[in-house]
C-alpha cells in the first residue's frame, strides 16, 4: 500500500522568511496530493493540491511541486506570517483503495 | 468544510463502557471517512463508508470497532468496551463522490478513556 514519508517533522523560521516542507510517496500510480492545515486544537482543512497532471501550483503565498519521477512533492510557503503556525499534513491517494494516506505531519513555528 | 457535522465534541467513558460518535456529512456528499488522531501524531484512517456499505475498513480495530453509515441519518464510529488506549481525536471527513476530490473534515470528537 501507499507509504507516505514528510520531512522535517518540526520547523521554525523567522516572520517574512520561506518555509518549505517535502514528502515522499510510494505508489507510483497515485494521482492526487493533497496539503492539510491543522491549527492546534482544531480541524484538517485543505490549503492546497495538485494532480499528476501538472508539476507546479500556486496559490497567493503558497505553491506545491511535484516530481513524479521521483515520488515527492513539496509545499512552499513565502513571507511566512505568525497565523501560519501550525501543522501541515500531505496526503497521496492509494490507487488500490479510495483513500488518502496522510503523512505524519510537520509543525511549523512561525517567530515574530 | 463548515457543513461536517460531529458530536459530541467532547466524550468521557470510563473503561469497558460503550463509546458512540456521530458524523453528518456535508449535505450531498456520499463519501465519509473516518481518522484517528492521537496527541501530536498524523491522521491515521480507519474506515471509508458510502451509504450502506463499508468499502475499506482496513485501518480499523477487528475487535470492538464498528462503523456504519445507514440510508438515512449520520455515520456511526462505535468502540465497545473501551480501554484507555482509545482515547484519542476521532475526526470523520466527507467528500461529494470519490477520494481525488477535497476531503472536508469535521470538529472532531475528543475520546477521554478514564
Known amino acids: 500500500g501507499e507509504n507516505v514519508e514528510q520531512h522535517p517533522s518540526t520547523l521554525s523560521v523567522q516572520e517574512g522568511d520561506s518555509a518549505v516542507i517535502k514528502c515522499t510517496y510510494s505508489?507510483?500510480?497515485?494521482?492526487?496530493f493533497p496539503w492539510y492545515k491543522q491549527e492546534l486544537g482544531k480541524r484538517p482543512q485543505l490549503i492546497i493540491d495538485?494532480?499528476?497532471?501538472?508539476g507546479e501550483k500556486k496559490d497567493q503565498r503558497i505553491a506545491v511541486t511535484l516530481n513524479k519521477t521521483a515520488k515527492h512533492f513539496s509545499l512552499h510557503i513565502t513571507e511566512t506570517q505568525p497565523e501560519d503556525s501550525a501543522v501541515y499534513f500531505c496526503?497521496?491517494?492509494?490507487?488500490?483503495?479510495?483513500?488518502?494516506?496522510f503523512g505524519p505531519g510537520t509543525s511549523l513555528s512561525v517567530i515574530p | 468544510n463548515a457543513g461536517v457535522m460531529q458530536n459530541p465534541r467532547h466524550l468521557v467513558r470510563r473503561r469497558g463502557q460503550e463509546a458512540r460518535l456521530r458524523c453528518s456529512p456535508v449535505?450531498?456528499?456520499?463519501?465519509v471517512y473516518w481518522y484517528r488522531q492521537l496527541p501530536e501524531e498524523g491522521l491515521k484512517f480507519m474506515v471509508y463508508?458510502?451509504?450502506?456499505?463499508?468499502?475499506?475498513e482496513s485501518g480499523m480495530p477487528k475487535e470492538r470497532f464498528s462503523a456504519e453509515f445507514p440510508k438515512e441519518g449520520p455515520s456511526i464510529l462505535r468502540i465497545q468496551q473501551v480501554v484507555r488506549g482509545d482515547s484519542a481525536a476521532y475526526f470523520c471527513?466527507?467528500?461529494?463522490?470519490?477520494?481525488?476530490?477535497?476531503?472536508?473534515f469535521g470538529p472532531g470528537t475528543r475520546l477521554l478513556v478514564l
Open positions: 449535505k450531498g456528499h456520499s463519501h
Open positions: 505508489d507510483s500510480a497515485s494521482n492526487y
Open positions: 463508508l458510502q451509504k450502506e456499505n463499508i468499502i475499506d
Open positions: 471527513a466527507s467528500s461529494p463522490q470519490q477520494v481525488q476530490e477535497t476531503q472536508y
Open positions: 495538485i494532480r499528476s497532471n501538472v
Open positions: 496526503a497521496a491517494d492509494e490507487t488500490s483503495y479510495d483513500k488518502v494516506i
